[in-house]
């Protein structure tokens, strides 16, 4: 079956979109080797990825997990990771965080957690949403990385990295693309000749 130029064209415009939203991604370059330098510098002394997600988030952060776990790279050792999502995300995550910990929480539309994934929702009014679980991460001393989306973001987080588009699908593989380079890099920085940032003992002095 031959390609009509109208279905060509709604591919090439498909690809720019994508072509864009990564040519975005340049900017945060940077913010992104930090927060990759900064959890290999946590698993590397014993920590675990916790990665969190409110509604259609949560899929997002079980992924995440779940490569962290289980890499599909030839040659990639797994590390620890474990992902929460649902309801009570503070309460769950104060019963798994240890200082030398990651918490790494997804919030595509920004202080909007999306609960249908269709857009913007509100932050669950029973046990808090990923704005708290990143406050008590913050209170053990955990390194804390939020993904976020086009909308405002008034939490807390030692690394906030943002995807700058408005659609939903795109901005949801842009996330993809952001997890899985915060992965790369952190294996890049987990292979190099020292082993990156300071030990247990620090970091847990640094939040007592």
Known sequence: ???????????????????????????????????????????????????????????????????????????????????????????????WARPQDVAVAVCPYGDGPAGDGRGPGTRHRHGGGVHDALAVAAEHGLLTVALTGPGAFTGHADHVITVRWDDPALAEELHLTVQHLLWELVHEFLDSAAPPGPPPDEIGRAHV
Do not use: K, N, W
């Open 1 to 95: 079956m031959s390609v009509t130029p109208a279905t060509r064209q709604a591919a090439q415009r498909a690809l720019a979109r994508r072509e864009h939203g990564c040519h975005d991604l340049l900017r945060d370059a940077e913010p992104i080797a930090r927060a990759a330098r900064e959890t290999a510098a946590r698993l590397a002394h014993g920590g675990t990825l916790i990665c969190l997600g409110e509604g259609s988030a949560g899929a997002a952060a079980a992924r995440m997990a779940a490569e962290f776990m289980h890499p599909t790279a030839p040659g990639r050792p797994p590390l620890p990771a474990m992902a929460l999502y649902g309801g009570a995300l503070p309460a769950r995550l104060r019963m």
